[in-house]
């Protein structure tokens, strides 16, 4: 079974702090993926990487970074938290297969910026 | 630009009964369309994928139907239950990397 695991389940910050979400998974996929899911705007993404020390943006990358030094590994950083950035983060991981890269996707944190 | 939605956005029904969720997409362009499950405050599930060239995937009491030419896809579950409660969503992917994602139909299955 594909695991994908996030390091915080639930996460309270103060505005101004700098905050990291962890993301591994133990597939070997190629990509890996951070979405923020709010009510009523459904899930958007934020950064993607095809392979190691790549990365790309996605539709909302203002205000978030992302590190991969590890296939395994996809880290989100937000350099400054805001009020706004208060949401559901989720990480999700695939193959690079184009017909076939099934996403999987971590159980979420939930992020609370005071 | 591909856009996805599912009708309705909720759905009450009394367990044992048969039931379908729909999903549209305006651009058929699409690799493959993915439906999963979300429980309230927590990630989401992959229950079946379907690739472009095919036209169902099935998995236990889920079948799942894709017309690329329609835009269309139909989740069926058969004879619900409690525990199928929770939020259904369907996903298209475009290529490149882009997945996007229909707002979810909220099922509430009654004992």
């Known amino acids: 079974d594909v695991k994908v695991t996030q390091s915080s389940r639930y996460l309270v910050k103060r505005t101004g702090e700098k905050v990291f979400l962890e993301c591994v998974q133990d597939m070997d996929h190629e990509n890996m993926f951070w979405y923020r899911q709010d009510p009523g705007l459904g899930l958007r993404l934020i950064y993607f990487s095809y392979d190691v020390k790549m990365k790309e943006k996605g539709d909302i990358p203002e205000g978030y970074s992302v590190s991969r030094e590890k296939k395994e590994r996809f880290s989100l950083i937000l350099e400054s938290a805001s009020t706004n950035q208060t949401s559901m983060y989720l990480c999700?991981?695939?193959?690079?297969?184009?017909?076939?890269?099934?996403?999987?996707f971590g159980p979420g944190t939930r992020l609370t910026v005071l | 630009k591909q856009e996805v939605t599912q009708i309705p956005a909720a759905l009450s029904v009394p367990e044992g009964e048969n039931l379908v969720l729909n999903c549209s997409f305006t651009?058929?362009?699409?690799?493959?369309l993915q439906w999963f499950r979300q429980d309230p405050g927590k990630g989401l599930t992959s229950l079946l994928l379907?690739?472009?060239?095919?036209r169902e995937q099935t998995s236990g009491r889920l079948n799942a139907s894709l017309d690329k030419s329609s835009g269309r896809s139909t989740l069926y579950i058969a004879a619900s239950q409690p525990g199928d409660s929770a939020t259904y969503l369907c996903?298209?992917?475009?290529?490149?990397?882009?997945?996007?994602f229909g707002a979810g139909t909220r099922l509430f299955v009654k004992a």
């Open positions: 999700a991981s695939s193959f690079q297969r184009e017909a076939y890269n099934e996403q999987f």
């Open positions: 379907i690739q472009s060239s095919q």
């Open positions: 996903a298209v992917d475009t290529g490149g990397f882009k997945t996007i």
């Open positions: 651009d058929s362009a699409i690799y493959n």
